[in-house]
C-alpha cells in the first residue's frame, strides 16, 4: 500500500530521469575550398543548453563533401591533413580521373576526402559536460567550401 | 498534496517520453565481389516502425568486410570509389601481399577498403524522421560479396 | 478514474524503462610504437554491469593518435594494418614531411593514421549483450604507444 503523497515523490525523482533531446543545425561559411574549423564551442553550447547531464551527443556534416572529426587544435597538423588528402584525392575538375565530375561537378575529389576524415563524431555527455581528453577537439572539415553548409548536433540523455 | 486523479495525468505524459528502443537485421546479397547498396529506404522504414519521434539511429555492417556510409546517390562517384580503394588495397588473393590471406582467405582487401569507407553511421531522428541534409543517402558497402551479410538497424529514443 | 494501488503499479512498470547510463574509463599501456589490443572483453564487462537491456554503447579513444576499432581478431591481418598504415603515413619524427613536428612533437604520422582507422565506435546493445556479427571484435589501436593513454566505454538505454 501507497498514499498519493508517496507516489508524488517517486514520481518527481523519475521526472529528472526522463529522456531529454536537443537538435541544433549550425551554420558554416568556409571561404576556402580546403579547411578546418575549431566548433567545439558551439558543442558545449548546445550540450549545456539542453540540460543533458549524461548521455550522447551526436554532431555530422548534413553535407557529403565535408567531415566533423576529432583530433587537435594545431596549425601546423592542419597543414599536414591538407597535403596528405590532396595526395590520396587530388582535386581535378576534369572528368577523366573523377567519373562524378561528367554531372557537371568539380568535387569529385572532395567525395574521397571526406570518406578518410569521416562524417560525424559521437561524444559521451558526463555530469553535464564533453567527456573529452586533454587534446579532444571538434572540427568541422571543408572540401568544397565558399557556399553555407549546416553541422548537426543532437543531445540525447536525461 | 496532489490528487490521484492529477497524478494519473502526470504519469500519462511521462509515458510517451520514456525511451522506446527497436532493432532490426537487414540481410544484404550482393552478387558482386565490391558493390554499394541504397538502403535509405530501409532505413527509413525502421524508424517508422519504431515510433521514436527523437532520438538516434545506427545502422552499421555486422561483418568486417563491409561498410555503411552516407554519400551521394551517383553511379560515376560509385565507380570512382571503386577505383580509388582498389588503388589504396588492391584485390590479392596471394598470401604475400595481405598475410591475412595466409589463413585460406583471399579477402584481406576487403578489411582494408572497410576501415577506409567505415562500419557505421548513426543518425538524428527528429520528428520521427531521418534529419538528413539535402544529398544525404545511407549506403550498404559490400567488398567481399557473393554470400548473405548482415546489417543492424537500431532507433533509440522517445 | 484510477486507485493509488493501480497507479503505483503503472509506475512500477516504467521504473524499469527509465534511463540508465554507465560510463567507464579504461586504461591502455602499450609498449610499441603501433600495435592493436583487443578490448571487447572489457567492454562485455561494462555493458552487463551497466544493467542496460536495450541501448547504445559509444568506445572511444580520449587521445588523438589512438584509435578504436572494430575488425578481426587475426594477427596476419594485423601485421597488413601495421604495414599499410606505414605506407599512407610513414613514420618520420623530421619536422620536414609533417609540420606539426616542428612542435618538438615526433608523432605526425600518428595522427594520420588514427584518421584512417577511426575514432570511436557505437555498438548496438540487445537483451543485455553487444549486438554483434560472428567476427566483430573491438580493438584499441596505439600509434604512438609506449605511456598510459585512456579509452572512454559509454553505455546508454534501459
Redesign the interface.
Known amino acids: 500500500?501507497?498514499?498519493?503523497?508517496a507516489?508524488?515523490m517517486?514520481?518527481s525523482g523519475?521526472?529528472e530521469?526522463?529522456?531529454k533531446?536537443h537538435?541544433v543545425h549550425l551554420t558554416m561559411n568556409v571561404p576556402a575550398r580546403m579547411d578546418f574549423v575549431n566548433i567545439t564551442r558551439d558543442v558545449e553550447r548546445v550540450v549545456a543548453d539542453s540540460g543533458v547531464k549524461?548521455?550522447?551527443c551526436?554532431v555530422?556534416?548534413?553535407?557529403?563533401t565535408a567531415s566533423v572529426?576529432?583530433?587537435?587544435d594545431?596549425?601546423?597538423?592542419h597543414?599536414?591533413?591538407k597535403r596528405?588528402l590532396e595526395q590520396?584525392?587530388p582535386f581535378d575538375p576534369s572528368p577523366s580521373r573523377?567519373?562524378?565530375?561528367?554531372?557537371g561537378e568539380d568535387n569529385?575529389d572532395a567525395?574521397?576526402k571526406?570518406?578518410?576524415?569521416?562524417?560525424?563524431?559521437?561524444?559521451?555527455v558526463?555530469k553535464g559536460e564533453l567527456?573529452?581528453?586533454?587534446?579532444?577537439r571538434i572540427f568541422y572539415g571543408e572540401f568544397d567550401g565558399r557556399r553555407p553548409k549546416?553541422v548537426?548536433v543532437?543531445v540525447?540523455?536525461?
Open positions: 500500500m501507497t498514499s498519493p503523497d507516489l508524488f517517486l514520481t523519475r521526472l530521469a526522463r529522456m533531446s537538435t549524461e548521455g550522447l551526436l555530422n556534416a548534413m553535407h557529403i572529426f576529432i583530433n587537435d594545431e596549425p601546423g597538423l597543414e599536414d591533413y596528405w590520396l584525392a573523377y567519373h562524378h565530375n561528367r554531372t569529385g567525395h574521397h571526406r570518406q578518410v576524415m569521416g562524417r560525424e563524431v559521437v561524444v559521451a558526463t567527456d573529452f581528453g586533454p587534446w579532444e549546416r548537426l543532437k540525447i540523455g536525461e
